[in-house]
């Protein structure tokens, strides 16, 4: 029985930091900054990812290509300008036919979807578009404020 006893207590002892520890707290919280970004107790928002792929047009024509890509770029940058497209990028070559991606500043899947539909490279079937919730960091839109301060060229 008294080595029951050690037992349970020696469990116990060993397991109490495991049960009564509590969630880290930021001693850095700026509680203004994380309501005006919309973040919630992780510091984190739902946003619209979407997945650009190869779509199935594929003309000879290289004038229409270069006009709709030319469109593209430009629904790019006034999206961004907007505050609408935090994040858009092409990926390098591959085999999966992945062209790029965006990621918007809105848990609305069917807002954005209305946002993409002037895009000519996704009217015209050039690109194919698929749209995901994303739950990331709600500090995504500050990464704007810093990108437009060290491009050299606009793309």
Do not use: C
């Not at 037992?7 to 880290?24: D, E, I, S, W």
């Not at 907007?82 to 591959?94: H, V």
């Not at 079937?125 to 995901?132: C, D, I, M, Q, T």
């Amino acid at each position: 029985m008294k080595n029951t006893v050690h037992l349970l207590l020696f469990l116990v002892v060993a397991l109490f930091p495991l049960f009564g520890k509590a969630q880290q707290q930021n001693s850095v919280y700026d509680e203004s900054l994380a309501n005006a970004l919309g973040a919630d107790d992780y510091g984190m928002k739902m946003y619209t990812f979407v997945l650009l792929t190869s779509g199935e047009h594929t003309p000879e024509d290289q004038a229409v290509v270069a006009a709709a890509f030319a469109g593209h770029m430009a629904n790019i940058n006034r999206l961004a300008k907007e505050g609408k497209l935090l994040l858009a990028g092409p990926f390098g070559p591959n085999s999966d036919a992945m062209r790029g991606l965006f990621v918007f500043d809105s848990a609305d899947v069917e807002q954005v979807k209305g946002w993409l539909a002037g895009d000519p490279a996704i009217e015209e079937g050039f690109l194919k578009a698929s749209l995901y919730p994303w739950y990331g960091s709600a500090a995504l839109p500050l990464y704007l404020e810093a990108s437009e301060k060290i491009w050299k060229v606009k793309p």
